[in-house]
T-cell receptor, first 115, second 118 residues
Framework: QQQVKQSPQSLIVQKGGISIINCAYE??????FPWYQQFPGKGPALLIA?????SEKKEGRFTISFNKSAKQFSLHIMDSQPGDSATYFC??????????????FGKGTKLTVNP | GAVVSQHPSRVICKSGTSVKIECRSL??????MFWYRQFPKKSLMLMAT?????????EQGVEKDKFLINHASLTLSTLTVTSAHPEDSSFYIC??????????????FGSGTRLTVV
């Protein structure tokens, strides 16, 4: 069962355009929602994260919109640049019954920004 | 801040040998570290979680005798792939949880290790 559903699988945007990636979840116990950027052969790098009591967070060209009632959150990349071409993962944190924590990842979105 | 250094970045080993991957938190104390495996064009799959000074907790389906995890200090965790086989070839990534997390640096990832077993 996929706990965090991410779409689209791939996305092509023109330079200067807006890239939008969506994620949906079912577990209302998730309490932290980060987005990661990963380049080929590298580890994921945190882009931006949000708590469920906040509806929107903006950092530079990156914005997370969070809809708690719909259990959805999205990443918006404004003025997309070719250097933004990478794979993006949404994630959500849960605490297990044993008290440990873990991030649950979406399947990823490969973003290509054409010059 | 919150940098995680992972070594080696690439390793090729012969089938049947063991390989150790190191993950170090350089400028913070990592009470909890996570080890992931990532197949080509796929998402990250959590293998195990380790807390400093205690045994690692493995996810279902992960062989703990094959993937040995040691978290001996607040700055170092190691993953040893024992008796490696070609099917163990993959991209392995560690992540560290900052001891006093902020929302910006809650979980920091290493740069990954590409393991190829021949």
């Amino acid at each position: 069962q996929q706990q965090v559903k991410q779409s689209p699988q791939s996305l092509i945007v023109q330079k200067g355009g807006i890239s939008i990636i969506n994620c949906a979840y079912e577990n209302t116990a998730f309490d932290y929602f980060p987005w990661y950027q990963q380049f080929p052969g590298k580890g994921p790098a945190l882009l931006i994260a949000i708590r469920p009591d906040v509806s929107e967070k903006k950092e530079g060209r990156f914005t997370i919109s969070f809809n708690k009632s719909a259990k959805q959150f999205s990443l918006h990349i404004m003025d997309s640049q070719p250097g933004d071409s990478a794979t993006y993962f949404c994630a959500a944190r849960e605490f297990t019954q044993g008290g440990s924590e873990k991030l649950v990842f979406g399947k990823g979105t490969k973003l290509t920004v054409n010059p | 801040g919150a940098v995680v250094s992972q070594h080696p970045s690439r390793v090729i080993c012969k089938s049947g040998t063991s390989v150790k991957i190191e993950c170090r938190s350089l400028d913070f104390q990592a009470t909890t570290m996570f080890w992931y495996r990532q197949f080509p064009k796929k998402s990250l799959m959590l293998m195990a979680t380790s807390n400093e000074g205690s045994k690692a907790t493995y996810e279902q389906g992960v062989e703990k005798d094959k993937f040995l995890i040691n978290h001996a200090s607040l700055t170092l965790s190691t993953l040893t792939v024992t008796s490696a086989h070609p099917e163990d070839s993959s991209f392995y990534i560690c992540s560290a949880r900052v001891a006093r997390p902020t929302w910006d640096y809650g979980y920091t990832f290493g740069s990954g290790t590409r393991l190829t077993v021949v």
